[in-house]
Nanobody, 122 residues
Framework: QVQVVESGGGLVQPGGSLKLSCAASGSIFSINAMGWYRQAPGKQREVVATITSGNSTNYADSVKGRFTISRDNAKNTVHLQMISLKPADTAVYYC????????????????WGQGTQVTVSS
């Protein structure tokens, strides 16, 4: 089994910065793509940023220029550096990892973390 755990959330003022981290652990052979999603009150979950095993990245239009996703393949971690935060960024942030647990078969399963709360308020 694989576990994915986020950390780094909290309360920050508008214009501030925050860095989220996420670690995958357990029976991991390799990890393909990793990503961050968020869900604000009353809204559906939306993709924030994704990153491939080769460090190719994609961002939601709403966070381009403000958020940076990165990963450390040796540590099975992914990070989200957030700057110039806005109240609209307030949400529960979830990370995911597309994990191969079998060295023989090329099949990956998407595991999700439990989420970490980010609140942007003055």
């Amino acid at each position: 089994q694989v576990q994915v755990v986020e950390s780094g959330g909290g309360l920050v003022q508008p214009g501030g910065s925050l860095k989220l981290s996420c670690a995958a652990s357990g029976s991991i052979f390799s990890i393909n793509a990793m990503g961050w999603y968020r869900q604000a009150p009353g809204k559906q979950r939306e993709v924030v940023a994704t990153i491939t095993s080769g460090n190719s990245t994609n961002y939601a239009d709403s966070v381009k220029g403000r958020f940076t996703i990165s990963r450390d393949n040796a540590k099975n971690t992914v990070h989200l550096q957030m700057i110039s935060l806005k109240p609209a960024d307030t949400a529960v942030y979830y990370c995911n990892a597309d994990v191969r647990t079998d060295s023989r078969w090329n099949r990956a399963y998407r595991y999700w973390g439990q989420g970490t709360q980010v609140t942007v308020s003055s």
